[in-house]
């Protein structure tokens, strides 16, 4: 069964909104999540690493302001794009990453976000 | 810095033929190694890992990988693939400190997969 639970799968809003994209871990408690963004045929880029507790870690680039990030308990993280644009478009994919050696990370099934 | 090469955009395949996709890595050290596949529309599915030992890995849906330092190479190969194995396949990279997931992977740009009936 799923490990990672993300929602929405798909938003189509108009410019200026702002959108809130869950990540839910389903079978462990996640110390840390991570959030990608991909392109249109084209490769996963981290955005940000999302640890419980604490703020997120945003990869260079990109902007902290823009993609708000809450990680407020072990099961639960969000991606909030705020003011949201055309080129914000994209697809969101979250991961979770349980702890330990050896554990890989374990992806959401993605949110494909459309800015009219 | 990290970095994955996945050398073919596109490959093509029969149906029942065998597969070869491959994959180099530039780290300056082993890094943990894995191979996902995505559907369309779809989030990534962990097709096999590796991190350490037996050089040659096991996944699931008969998938293996091909572990080869000296090549930094870490190809992955199916023997006889199914039209359902068509998709989109990323091989990805995670630093060998990270324990394996507790960092942001590095992935390479894919390699889509067509099989022809």
């Known amino acids: 069964g799923a490990v990672v639970s993300q929602h929405p ?53 990109v902007e902290k302001d823009k993609f708000l990030i809450n990680h407020a308990s072990l099961t639960l993280s969000t991606l909030t794009v705020t003011s949201a644009h055309p080129e914000d478009s994209s697809f969101y994919i979250c991961s979770t990453y349980a702890g330990g050696r050896s554990a890989p990370q374990h992806f959401g099934d993605g949110t494909r976000l459309s800015i009219l | 810095a990290q970095s994955v090469t996945q050398p073919d955009i596109h490959i093509t395949v029969s149906e029942g033929a065998s597969l070869e996709l491959r994959c180099n890595y530039s780290y300056g050290a082993t890094p943990y190694l894995f191979w996902y596949v995505q559907s369309p529309g779809q989030g990534l599915q962990l097709l096999l890992k590796y991190f350490s030992g037996d050089t040659l890995v096991q996944g699931i849906k008969g998938f293996e990988a091909e572990f080869k330092r000296s090549q930094s190479s870490f190809n992955l190969r199916k023997p006889s693939v199914h039209w359902s194995d068509a998709a989109e396949y990323f091989c990805a990279v995670a630093p060998i400190y990270s324990g394996g997931g507790a960092d942001g992977l590095t992935f390479g740009k894919g390699t889509h997969l067509i099989i022809q009936p």
Not at chain 1, 30 to 37: K, N, S
Not at chain 1, 47 to 52: D, I, P, V, Y
Request: with cysteine; glycine share 6%; hydrophobic share 30%.
């Open chain 1, 9 to 61: 799968s798909r938003v189509i809003c108009k410019s200026g909104t702002s959108v809130k994209i869950e990540c839910r871990s389903l079978d462990f408690q996640a110390t840390t999540m991570f959030w990608y963004r991909q392109f249109p045929k084209q490769s996963l880029m981290l955005m940000a690493t999302s640890n419980e507790g604490s703020k997120a870690t945003y990869e260079q680039g």
